[in-house]
């Protein structure tokens, strides 16, 4: 074909005999993340019953641009279309013009087929700023250095003796096979934060899935009583702690920061170059945590397509309507909250 005539873009749907080529060009493009994988598409369907939409468009047969979708449906929480529920990045991956225009226009016309009232791209980086956005969070990236001990001395001195104590304390971690004592404590810590927790069938499901970059930490005292855990994603040379969870006892010994040193160490040790700290609500504790880590902010560009809303949804514990919800939730006994909150928090995503 002459390069006066060029082979139109053509979107498509995932299907399992396009999956392989999918995940092959999330791990060579540069704007895709783990979270881009076309797992999430089997993980969110069958754990939350959400409605997937992987859409990638392709010229000649190579794939350029892939986005992955999912239609979340809630009295309470709305109606949207979203990329992606429970995952911090999405958005459209790929840097062709005609295929991200290809599959904006599918999005868009597969949003007002649907019926939704908004359109939501989580991107890591700005596609269209003129777009109405959510200024709610940020996240934390930063350079794992090649020596362990660069990275030990990296970190902010303050921060830094908070490490020392938990090693002092004689903290031990380890990496575990299950999610049994990590979902112990991941529950009880939202709980207490007044936030439904995930059920437990969703992290024993991304172990599966994900196998060897999906990894549970655990950190223990001296006599193996888990103190605090973390799950994390490993995707090319990057290492992302995404969920986590703190026993009672483990200000006092500093388990929270071991664990991160933790992992940065074991990461640093396996040739990762990349610690992703992950999304925080401006201004909330785990935001002001991972800036005393030396690690600086940079916003978040959610970006809404609205259809049947004159404003951005505020889904999170920062709007004031959700007080009262919050403060009874923290008052539900451990088993009641693990029972309901599945129910609810599948449509917060």
């Given at each position: 074909m002459s390069a006066a005539h060029p082979a139109s873009v053509q979107v498509c749907r995932l299907d399992a005999a396009s999956r392989a080529r999918w995940d092959a060009f999330v791990h060579a493009c540069p704007q895709a993340t783990f979270f881009h994988l076309a797992a999430w598409q089997g993980i969110v369907e069958d754990v939350f019953r959400h409605r997937c939409h992987f859409l990638y468009a392709e010229r000649n047969g190579e794939i350029l641009a892939v986005l992955p979708l999912a239609e979340v449906s809630s009295r309470l929480f709305g109606h949207a279309l979203t990329s992606l529920p429970f995952c911090v990045y999405g958005g459209i991956a790929g840097?062709?013009?005609?295929?991200?225009?290809?599959?904006?226009?599918?999005?868009?016309?597969?949003?007002?087929?649907?019926?939704?009232?908004?359109?939501e791209y989580r991107n890591l980086s700005a596609r269209h700023p003129e777009w109405p956005r959510q200024e709610v969070y940020v996240t934390f990236r930063k350079a794992i250095l090649p020596e362990v001990d660069a990275n030990m001395a990296a970190i902010p001195r303050k921060q830094r003796a908070m490490v020392r104590k938990g090693i002092k304390n004689?903290?031990?971690?380890?990496i575990d096979a299950g999610v049994e004592r990590f979902f112990a404590l991941y529950a009880d810590n939202v709980r207490r934060h007044g936030t439904p927790a995930l059920p437990k069938r969703f992290f024993a499901r991304l172990r599966e899935v994900f196998g060897e970059a999906c990894e549970v930490l655990i950190v223990t005292d001296g006599a193996g009583k888990a103190l605090s855990g973390?799950?994390?994603?490993?995707?090319r040379d990057e290492v992302l702690p995404y969920y986590a969870g703190d026993d009672l006892a483990a200000r006092d010994l500093a388990a929270n920061d071991f664990k991160y040193w933790e992992l940065m160490r074991r990461a640093c040790e396996r040739g990762c170059r990349l610690f992703d700290y992950g999304r925080s609500k401006?201004?909330?504790?785990?935001?002001?945590?991972?800036?005393?880590?030396?690690?600086?902010?940079?916003?978040?560009?959610?970006?809404?397509?609205?259809?049947?809303?004159?404003?951005?949804?505020?889904?999170?514990?920062?709007?004031?309507?959700?007080?009262?919800?919050?403060?009874l939730w923290k008052r539900l006994p451990l088993g009641v909250a693990n029972a309901l909150g599945p129910h609810i928090v599948r449509n917060l995503g």
């Open positions: 840097d062709d013009p005609a295929a991200v225009a290809a599959l904006e226009a599918e999005a868009d016309a597969l949003a007002r087929t649907l019926g939704v009232q908004h359109l004689g903290l031990v971690s380890e973390v799950l994390s994603f490993y995707f401006i201004g909330t504790g785990p935001w002001s945590f991972k800036k005393n880590w030396g690690f600086e902010a940079q916003p978040l560009s959610y970006e809404y397509v609205l259809y049947k809303r004159d404003s951005v949804p505020q889904n999170n514990p920062m709007n004031p309507k959700y007080r009262l919800f919050i403060a």
